[in-house]
C-alpha cells in the first residue's frame, strides 16, 4: 500500500474516493477512528491509500484532475 494523500478535508477525500472508484482503483482511508476520537477537530489527518500495483495509475488520474497539489511525495516517511 502506497500514500497518496494526507488530509483532514472530508470533501477531499470523499472527491477523490469518486474519482478512483470511477477508474476501477481501491481507495483504503486510514486513520479515520482516530479522527472521530480527536474529538471532531481534525488534528488526525486521514491517510489515502492505494495498492502498489494503483499508484501510478492514481497518482496520473489525481494530476489531471488539479489535485497533484495534494499528492504525499513517494519515498518520504514522514509528512510535514
Known sequence: ????????????ISYVDSLLKAEGIPL?????????IDGS??????????GDDDQARARRLLTEAGLG??????????WP
Do not use: A, C, Y
Not at 28 to 36: A, M, P, Q, Y
Not at 69 to 78: C, R, W
Open 41 to 50: 477537530i481534525g488534528m488526525v489527518p486521514r491517510r489515502l491509500m492505494v
Open 28 to 36: 483504503l482511508v486510514l486513520d479515520s477512528h482516530s479522527s472521530v
Open 69 to 78: 497539489q495534494e499528492l504525499h511525495e513517494k519515498g518520504t516517511g514522514f
Open 1 to 12: 500500500m502506497q500514500e497518496l494523500i494526507r488530509t483532514n478535508d472530508l470533501v477531499l
